[in-house]
């Protein structure tokens, strides 16, 4: 299969490699859209097994970017970057120089923040070979880490499922979180302040650990996350957390978490519908770092200072969108991803047309 057949192909602008012998650098940088304003999304350090694994990775993830900076109101597209390689090994100031120079190749059409495996403090390195870079700290535009924004908008996310799904608050509710790394971690103190008594699992034993101690919630294997006895479930490690084979063994009647795409496919979706589940749409809830981003990148090309006001306004209006996506699944009796992305698609095509008419 070629790209232009993959599924996950779905009309990106423009799918850049970069390879730096020096450093070792393997990168892929996915621009889906620019239509409404420059691709941004985050960098991913992650040991794919394969250089098409991490392409249909980075496709998928900026493909979502888009319907999240779509549905977020965003004056920006969606792209992600992808980097192969170990994270705990093969890190080094010289290989996100390099980065950012691959980033800088991309003219400016792709913006680039923290994923998984990459820190703030990885990507002041590549700060110094290029501007397009945000999350970053020591200057007055700056936003520093998205985590904890993205780890709020989520937890307000979870407040409203069990909201309309329960009927109730948090207090009591049980929630079975997968990933306690950035994002989840903030979203246990987040919930464990709320009342709600945790089950959390992750391959990182000190995050486990700290995240334990200070919630006291249970620590489970990463597969046995799945047989929890849970309200909730919390998807925010890695993607397809939601398949044919998990889906059965859950007992949760909210699914909502920090993780990206979280469903493996649509069909997933439909199934999780007819469950009587509600799953609120991955690429809404957890918008709240791209937003804490696009301050960042809105304040430094205006030239002003970060204004944390206007990342809480957006923050809110989010909300209002999700609770709009919940309003319409029930109405219209559909899954509330297949109305998620038929609002995000909307948008963009709209700003589409804008573009092209302008």
Same mark, same amino acid.
């Given at each position: 299969?070629?790209?232009?057949?993959? @599924?996950? !192909?779905?009309? =990106?602008?423009?799918?850049?490699?970069?390879?730096?012998?020096?450093?070792? &650098?393997?990168?892929?940088?996915?621009?889906?859209?620019?239509?409404?304003?420059?691709?941004?999304?985050?960098?991913?350090?992650?040991?794919?097994?394969?250089?098409?694994?991490?392409?249909?990775?980075?496709?998928?993830?900026?493909?979502?970017?888009?319907?999240?900076?779509?549905?977020?109101?965003?004056?920006?597209?969606?792209?992600?970057?992808?980097?192969?390689?170990?994270?705990?090994?093969?890190?080094?100031?010289?290989? !996100?120089?390099?980065?950012?120079?691959?980033?800088?190749?991309?003219?400016? *059409?792709?913006?680039?923040?923290?994923?998984?495996?990459?820190?703030?403090?990885?990507?002041?390195?590549?700060?110094?070979?290029?501007?397009?870079?945000?999350?970053?700290?020591? =200057?007055?535009?700056?936003?520093?880490?998205?985590?904890?924004?993205?780890?709020?908008?989520?937890?307000?996310?979870?407040?409203?499922?069990?909201?309309?799904?329960?009927? *109730?608050? &948090?207090?009591?509710?049980?929630?079975?979180?997968?990933?306690?790394?950035?994002?989840?971690?903030?979203?246990?103190?987040?919930?464990?302040?709320?009342?709600?008594?945790?089950?959390?699992?992750?391959?990182?034993?000190?995050?486990? #650990?700290?995240?334990?101690? #200070?919630?006291?919630?249970?620590?489970?294997?990463?597969?046995?996350? !799945?047989?929890?006895?849970?309200?909730?479930?919390?998807?925010?490690?890695?993607?397809?957390?939601?398949?044919?084979?998990?889906?059965?063994?859950?007992?949760?009647?909210?699914?909502?978490?920090?993780?990206?795409?979280?469903?493996?496919?649509?069909?997933?979706?439909?199934?999780?519908?007819?469950?009587?589940?509600?799953?609120?749409?991955?690429?809404?809830?957890?918008?709240?770092?791209?937003?804490?981003?696009?301050?960042?990148?809105?304040?430094?090309?205006?030239?002003?200072? !970060?204004?944390?006001?206007?990342?809480?306004?957006?923050?809110?209006?989010?909300?209002?969108?999700?609770?709009?996506?919940?309003?319409?699944?029930?109405?219209?009796?559909? @899954?509330?991803?297949?109305?998620?992305?038929?609002?995000?698609?909307?948008?963009?095509?709209?700003?589409?047309?804008?573009?092209?008419?302008?």
């Amino acid at each position: 299969m070629t790209l232009f057949d993959s @599924p996950a !192909f779905e009309g =990106h602008e423009g799918v850049h490699s970069f390879f730096d012998e020096k450093t070792g &650098l393997k990168c892929i940088i996915a621009v889906h859209s620019t239509a409404r304003g420059p691709a941004a999304g985050g960098c991913r350090m992650w040991p794919f097994a394969s250089a098409e694994a991490a392409l249909e990775d980075a496709l998928k993830l900026s493909r979502a970017m888009s319907y999240k900076n779509a549905m977020a109101d965003l004056e920006l597209g969606g792209g992600k970057a992808v980097i192969i390689g170990d994270s705990r090994t093969m890190k080094s100031p010289a290989l !996100f120089e390099a980065f950012g120079r691959a980033v800088e190749d991309v003219g400016g *059409r792709y913006w680039t923040a923290e994923d998984v495996g990459v820190s703030p403090a990885d990507l002041m390195h590549a700060r110094k070979t290029t501007r397009y870079v945000a999350g970053l700290t020591g =200057h007055a535009a700056a936003s520093g880490d998205p985590s904890p924004v993205t780890a709020e908008g989520v937890f307000r996310g979870v407040t409203l499922g069990v909201q309309r799904a329960l009927g *109730r608050d &948090l207090a009591g509710v049980t929630v079975a979180i997968q990933g306690v790394g950035h994002v989840g971690a903030y979203l246990a103190d987040k919930l464990h302040a709320a009342g709600a008594r945790l089950i959390i699992t992750d391959v990182n034993e000190d995050a486990l #650990r700290q995240v334990a101690e #200070r919630t006291g919630a249970r620590i489970v294997p990463p597969a046995a996350i !799945f047989d929890a006895e849970a309200e909730v479930f919390a998807p925010c490690a890695l993607g397809g957390a939601i398949n044919p084979d998990t889906l059965p063994r859950l007992k949760a009647k909210v699914i909502a978490g920090g993780a990206n795409n979280q469903l493996s496919d649509p069909e997933t979706g439909r199934a999780v519908y007819d469950r009587g589940m509600l799953y609120l749409p991955d690429y809404v809830i957890n918008g709240g770092g791209i937003i804490n981003v696009a301050g960042e990148i809105r304040a430094l090309d205006r030239g002003e200072a !970060f204004d944390p006001a206007w990342v809480e306004m957006k923050l809110a209006r989010l909300m209002e969108t999700l609770g709009e996506v919940l309003d319409r699944s029930k109405a219209d009796h559909r @899954p509330t991803d297949q109305v998620a992305t038929e609002m995000a698609k909307a948008r963009i095509s709209l700003a589409a047309e804008q573009k092209a008419a302008a």
